[in-house]
């Protein structure tokens, strides 16, 4: 496994993590098949775990929770997020300071922990005053329930006016932001996140790398009922095209030279990118994240990289 900075700060994670979205408490209920999951990412050098609240509304929580407990705390880099509402409630959701102060006890207490690692602001929220937000996490660093915060699909513009007001007032600043990012949507990393991370030393922890199976080739001939991108609206309404599985067709030429899978292939090319510290891989089995990891044997030369790229453009 390799491992890389989160942008300037101090802290160190596997290029590969482990997330929970669409998988744990949805697509994998099984708590064997779970634990065997979090294991072999585990062994096989995996020290990022990214889980959020709203993932099943708390239930990824919970089930990755119960297995991380059975590890050495100091070994894993275990994440939340904050924003999308849990109830009915008015005021649970969204990035205000009570919505802030109240969901983080309840991370803690479904995740067994008594700190997270890195605590997202898993969305901007215009409805609240920046500067709240930004008090209530760096308090939460503060009362040592966090040590690190990030931001997640901001644009530059927000994480520059959150360093400015951070830098105003003496608060503890973002040290990275969790974009969508992939072989089929690279504009709000390319032109959103590259910013940031020029400007303010920021790490970029992306999720999607995938795109939910299209970039791996499975969908090449319709969606079957059940599967991840059946049950995601959004990237299958917006990203399923022809224009785009034609792309994912011809890719396939690429990786069958280089002996690899699409899926190999496309981690291996986020890999490539010096400014990603770590790419967020989804499994519902042991054996798809031991496949997925072959990725780390793979180096594409600066010819390839450019060939793949051309072809999704």
Same mark, same amino acid.
């Given at each position: 496994?390799?491992?890389?900075?989160?942008?300037?700060?101090?802290?160190?994670?596997?290029?590969? +993590?482990?997330?929970?979205?669409?998988?744990?408490?949805?697509?994998?209920?099984?708590?064997?098949?779970?634990?065997?999951?979090?294991?072999?990412?585990?062994?096989?050098?995996?020290?990022?775990?990214?889980?959020?609240?709203?993932?099943?509304?708390?239930?990824?929580?919970?089930?990755?929770?119960?297995?991380?407990?059975?590890?050495?705390?100091?070994?894993?880099?275990?994440?939340?997020?904050?924003?999308?509402?849990?109830?009915?409630?008015?005021?649970?959701?969204?990035?205000?300071?009570?919505?802030?102060?109240?969901?983080?006890?309840?991370?803690?207490?479904?995740?067994?922990?008594?700190?997270?690692?890195?605590?997202?602001?898993?969305?901007?929220?215009?409805?609240?005053?920046?500067?709240?937000?930004?008090?209530?996490?760096?308090?939460? !660093?503060?009362? +040592?329930?966090?040590?690190?915060?990030?931001?997640?699909?901001?644009?530059?513009?927000?994480?520059?006016?959150?360093?400015?007001?951070?830098?105003?007032?003496?608060?503890?600043?973002?040290?990275?932001?969790?974009?969508?990012?992939?072989?089929?949507?690279?504009?709000?990393?390319?032109?959103?996140?590259?910013?940031?991370?020029?400007?303010?030393?920021?790490?970029?922890?992306?999720?999607?790398?995938?795109?939910?199976?299209?970039?791996?080739?499975?969908?090449?001939?319709?969606?079957?009922? +059940?599967?991840?991108?059946?049950?995601?609206?959004?990237?299958?309404?917006?990203?399923?095209?022809?224009?785009?599985?034609?792309? !994912?067709?011809?890719?396939?030429?690429?990786?069958?030279?280089?002996?690899?899978?699409?899926?190999?292939?496309?981690?291996?090319?986020?890999?490539?990118?010096?400014?990603?510290?770590?790419?967020?891989?989804?499994?519902?089995?042991?054996?798809?994240?031991?496949?997925?990891?072959?990725?780390?044997?793979?180096?594409?030369?600066?010819?390839?990289?450019?060939?793949?790229?051309?072809?999704?453009?």
């Amino acid at each position: 496994m390799e491992y890389r900075r989160v942008g300037r700060s101090g802290l160190k994670v596997s290029v590969f +993590g482990l997330g929970g979205w669409l998988t744990f408490g949805e697509s994998v209920k099984d708590k064997k098949i779970i634990n065997r999951i979090i294991k072999t990412a585990y062994e096989k050098g995996i020290n990022y775990f990214d889980i959020a609240d709203v993932y099943a509304l708390g239930e990824a929580e919970k089930l990755m929770g119960e297995v991380l407990r059975e590890y050495p705390r100091h070994r894993l880099v275990i994440t939340s997020k904050v924003f999308w509402p849990m109830s009915d409630d008015i005021n649970d959701r969204g990035l205000s300071r009570k919505h802030i102060f109240e969901s983080i006890d309840k991370s803690l207490k479904r995740i067994g922990t008594d700190y997270i690692d890195i605590y997202y602001c898993h969305r901007f929220d215009p409805e609240v005053p920046l500067e709240e937000t930004l008090r209530a996490m760096s308090d939460l !660093v503060h009362h +040592g329930k966090i040590l690190y915060w990030g931001t997640s699909m901001w644009s530059h513009a927000q994480i520059l006016e959150a360093m400015m007001l951070c830098e105003r007032y003496g608060l503890y600043k973002p040290i990275v932001e969790q974009p969508v990012y992939n072989l089929i949507i690279r504009e709000h990393f390319e032109k959103e996140v590259k910013p940031s991370i020029e400007k303010f030393g920021i790490g970029a922890i992306v999720f999607s790398p995938l795109l939910s199976g299209i970039l791996t080739g499975k969908y090449d001939e319709g969606i079957p009922p +059940g599967s991840r991108l059946g049950k995601s609206d959004v990237i299958r309404e917006r990203h399923y095209t022809k224009e785009n599985i034609e792309k !994912v067709r011809k890719f396939k030429n690429i990786a069958d030279r280089i002996g690899y899978s699409r899926a190999q292939v496309a981690l291996a090319w986020l890999k490539s990118k010096p400014e990603v510290s770590s790419i967020i891989l989804g499994a519902t089995k042991p054996q798809q994240l031991e496949e997925n990891l072959r990725a780390l044997e793979i180096e594409l030369t600066q010819d390839l990289i450019n060939e793949i790229e051309n072809i999704f453009v």
